[in-house]
């Protein structure tokens, strides 16, 4: 109900101002809140290594600079990724950069990776971090635009995060830093992921004698060729899950005023090319490799397609932008009674039985 009543208000702000303001109301209303919402069993799983009370996560985008991690779980979301952190603060592209398309139900943006660098978001993880958190906190790192060495900077991510973090996302698929997502490449991601697990060996989960779990987040606009070599590399490098997918460039029918600008398009139109490079990926493993799904998920049936096309976990974020903070315990809510009508006693029992 509060949502809806801001809604028109915060639609009326350009995107960023919205995003801002959104960002100190989820404060107040988590300050005002009697205590964090809890999730049926059902929805309980361990995947890498990790235990989630539900499997609706909050993608990076939202909490850029590690703001409000806490008051995000409490609201519902099994996990939420801060981020992405590049190890010196930018300020992304010019403005304006983010576009809302409400006939769409989508979010343009071209940010370019804009966030107060790592040692910032450092000092807000330790304040947070001192009491128990209401679920998994994932740490979305990224590389400089004008870094003259991107391999380095994940490996400083993972050096300067690892500490915070129950797990790490490597970005290479964002369409918005030019040259990024040449680093899906099959010769280059080896290159990074060596790296990147070579420094991950330092670390361990906390309160465990693991590894610390890496995931990397893939483009949707790949072809096979491109599935069949990350898969490849993933698995010679042992990471841990790959989160598919981030924006997309294509461009399906859209129909708001902004259809035309640059940079990654998510939410609706997302949907179906999400979905396809899940199954992708699912096949191209074998199965072997944990997935994500991420892209066009609104609903509690979006999301458990994603989980019956074989994802473990899902994320969302433009679907926040139209359903305000609580859509996570909504799905989560919905998740139970689909599994519940099918006859599953666990999520994990539904994950790839569509595949």
């Given at each position: 109900?509060?949502?809806?009543?801001?809604?028109?208000?915060?639609?009326?702000?350009?995107?960023?101002?919205?995003?801002?303001?959104?960002?100190?109301?989820?404060?107040?209303?988590?300050?005002?809140?009697?205590?964090?919402?809890?999730?049926?069993?059902?929805?309980?799983?361990?995947?890498?290594?990790?235990?989630?009370?539900?499997?609706?996560?909050?993608?990076?985008?939202?909490?850029?600079?590690?703001?409000?991690?806490?008051?995000?779980?409490?609201?519902?979301?099994?996990?939420?990724?801060?981020?992405?952190?590049?190890?010196?603060?930018?300020?992304?592209?010019p403005k304006p950069r983010l576009f809302r398309l409400p006939a769409d139900r989508a979010v343009i943006n071209r940010m370019g990776f804009n966030n107060a660098g790592q040692a910032s978001a450092v000092a807000r993880l330790k304040k947070g971090l001192k009491r128990p958190l209401n679920g998994v906190l994932g740490i979305n790192i990224g590389a400089n635009k004008d870094s003259d060495d991107r391999i380095n900077d994940y490996r400083l991510g993972v050096r300067n995060m690892a500490a915070f973090a129950d797990y790490l996302t490597v970005n290479i698929s964002s369409p918005n830093t030019p040259g990024l997502r040449d680093l899906q490449g099959k010769t280059a991601l080896h290159n990074l992921l060596s790296a990147v697990t070579a420094e991950r060996s330092n670390f361990l989960?906390?309160?465990?004698?693991?590894?610390?779990?890496?995931?990397?987040?893939?483009?949707?606009?790949?072809?096979?060729?491109?599935?069949?070599?990350?898969?490849?590399?993933?698995?010679?490098?042992?990471?841990?899950?790959?989160?598919?997918?981030?924006t997309t460039i294509s461009r399906p029918t859209l129909h708001s005023k902004y259809k035309l600008e640059a940079g990654g398009l998510s939410g609706a139109p997302l949907q179906d090319l999400a979905l396809q490079r899940l199954k992708d990926f699912r096949s191209a493993s074998g199965g072997q490799i944990a997935l994500i799904g991420v892209g066009g998920i609104a609903t509690a049936q979006d999301a458990y397609t994603r989980i019956k096309a074989g994802a473990s976990l899902v994320q969302l974020y433009s679907s926040m932008v139209y359903e305000g903070?609580?859509?996570g315990r909504n799905i989560a809510n919905g998740l139970v009674k689909l599994l519940k009508h099918d006859g599953f006693e666990s999520i994990t029992e539904a994950i790839g039985i569509e595949a």
């Open positions: 109900m509060f949502y809806k009543t801001m809604s028109p208000f915060l639609f009326k702000l350009n995107g960023e101002n919205a995003h801002k303001l959104s960002l100190t109301g989820l404060k107040i209303l988590d300050a005002l809140s009697v205590s964090p919402i809890t999730h049926n069993p059902i929805l309980s799983s361990e995947f890498a290594g990790l235990c989630f009370n539900s499997p609706v996560g909050l993608a990076p985008g939202y909490d850029k600079d590690a703001e409000v991690f806490r008051e995000v779980l409490n609201f519902g979301f099994g996990f939420t990724e801060v981020g992405t952190l590049t190890p010196l603060a930018q300020d992304g592209n989960v906390k309160s465990e004698k693991q590894s610390l779990p890496i995931f990397l987040k893939v483009a949707p606009d790949l072809h096979a060729d491109d599935i069949d070599d990350i898969c490849a590399v993933v698995s010679d490098q042992k990471i841990d899950a790959i989160i598919v997918s981030n903070p609580f859509v």
